[in-house]
């Protein structure tokens, strides 16, 4: 098995790299780029202009999407294919009464096609939904994911590797408290399932157990005076968490959180929390609290690409005294890269991670600490089908190092799933 992993880890490696290098070097056109070029090549085009909505609104331009489709309805205002994809500009940026009016026109002029007209009529469900002040969605992901571990020769440990289902529900429900500063109340939650490789002290992967984590949270969604910068929001939760690595171990807690999200700019966002957790309610582990902290930000390019930074950290306790800690930073570069007209969008992230653990060791005692570094390379794709479809292919590469050398071990991970979002 161990002669396998050089293979593999090369075959891993060349499609990580495929994310990193310059857009040219791959063969792939910034659509963007290309995108706007078409829309100002040809004004008046129904399909240059749907095209460019679609690649402006999967890049996060919103604006430049509105302002584009706001010309082309002056000159021709009874496009009601035009109409529908102005409605689901505005309903993404949260003009409900604008979506609702373009929708409203878009199937009273005529002309869609039959599934333009029901997805008109769902869009215009929604947007009622949202005048309402309610909106939810949910997401339902399925698929496979596989994992190889290389471990460092002389270990109690050998090679494996396993495949295994993986499934995850998400979801939302947020009421707007109707607050000239856009308050609101969201209820949250996911439930995500799949096998992993553990052992009684959590340290080194061994047998391949059913790994279930699970959340749920209420957060007060409040804005607050923002002048001279785009938005100024700090978010309050209650929330309770669960993580099952084997029927012996099992992590769980309630707790609170806050978190301050500023925009200096459309572009720019920053953010810095944290919070406390009752871990009493556990099994298997020794500290019974944690407190948890976070801070990062990102920027938005014009061609949709975006870097994001984040770094995160905690503290376990027991009975008052610090028993572990550990950090994690975080770098993550990407964006829309392809856009294929009536077949997908290609969105593509690669991120690099590096952190440091220290923690009792479950299988002798709160005396005895394991400690260990990490770091971490992954390549993540989406290809966007329909509005409500997609398909991601997920690569992960990780190597940890422990204070005992022969617990050392090298990892590859892929995640392939679909994902189906209702709202």
């Known amino acids: 098995m161990q002669s396998s992993f050089p293979a593999i880890f090369g075959f891993a490696a060349a499609l990580l790299c495929t994310g990193v290098l ?3 070097a791959q063969g792939v056109f910034p659509a963007y780029d290309d995108a706007f070029s078409a829309r100002i090549a040809s004004p008046a085009d129904n399909g240059t202009l749907a095209q460019f909505v679609t690649v402006a609104v999967n890049a996060g331009q919103y604006d430049q999407a509105i302002s584009s489709i706001e010309q082309y309805l002056i000159k021709y205002p009874r496009d009601a294919r035009a109409r529908l994809a102005a409605s689901r500009l505005y309903y993404h940026v949260g003009s409900y009464e604008l979506a609702r009016r373009q929708v409203q026109y878009g199937i009273e002029v005529g002309g869609l096609t039959a599934s333009e007209q029901q997805e008109a009529v769902r869009l215009l469900a929604r947007i009622e939904r949202a005048l309402r002040g309610v909106t939810w969605e949910l997401a339902l992901t399925g698929g496979v994911f596989s994992a190889f571990t290389d471990f460092e020769p002389g270990g109690a440990q050998d090679d494996d ?3 295994s289902p993986y499934g995850r529900a998400e979801g939302f429900v947020r009421w707007d408290l109707g607050t000239p500063s856009a308050d609101a109340l969201v209820l949250s939650g996911s ?4 096998q992993r490789f553990f052992t009684p002290d959590l340290s080194v992967p061994g047998g391949k157990e059913t790994f279930i984590h699970g959340n749920a949270a209420i957060t007060w969604d409040k804005g607050l005076p923002n002048s001279g910068i785009d938005s100024l929001r700090l978010l309050l939760s209650a929330f309770t ?3 099952r690595f084997d029927s012996d171990i099992q992590e769980t807690g309630i707790g609170v959180s806050g ?3 500023v925009r200096p700019t459309v572009e720019t966002t920053l ?4 919070g406390y957790i009752d871990l009493g309610a556990s099994q298997g582990i020794f500290a019974d609290s944690r407190l948890f902290y976070e801070a990062g930000g990102s920027y938005r390019f014009r061609n949709g690409q975006a870097l994001a930074l984040r770094f995160v950290g905690s503290n376990d306790f027991a009975s008052g005294s610090e028993i572990g800690r550990s950090y994690t930073g975080e770098v993550r570069y990407g964006g829309l890269l392809m856009n294929v007209p009536d077949l997908f969008a290609w969105s593509h992230q690669v991120a690099f991670s590096a952190g440091h653990s220290d ?4 299988s002798i005692g709160i005396g005895t600490s394991i400690k260990s570094d990490f770091w971490r390379i992954a390549s993540e794709s989406d290809f966007q089908l329909t509005e409500a479809q997609k398909i991601s292919v997920d690569l992960a590469y990780r190597e940890t190092n422990f204070d005992i050398a022969s617990r050392d071990r090298k990892s590859f991970e892929m995640l392939m799933s679909y994902t189906l979002t209702l709202n």
């Not at 439930?191 to 799949?194: N, Q």
């Not at 953010?271 to 944290?274: Q, V």
């Not at 923690?359 to 479950?362: C, E, G, I, M, S």
């Open 161 to 163: 590797s396993f495949v």
């Open 241 to 243: 968490v669960t993580d």
């Open 259 to 261: 978190r301050f999200l």
């Open 271 to 274: 953010f810095a929390g944290g």
């Open 191 to 194: 439930l995500t399932a799949t």
């Open 359 to 362: 923690a009792p060791d479950l």
């Open 22 to 24: 310059p857009a040219g």
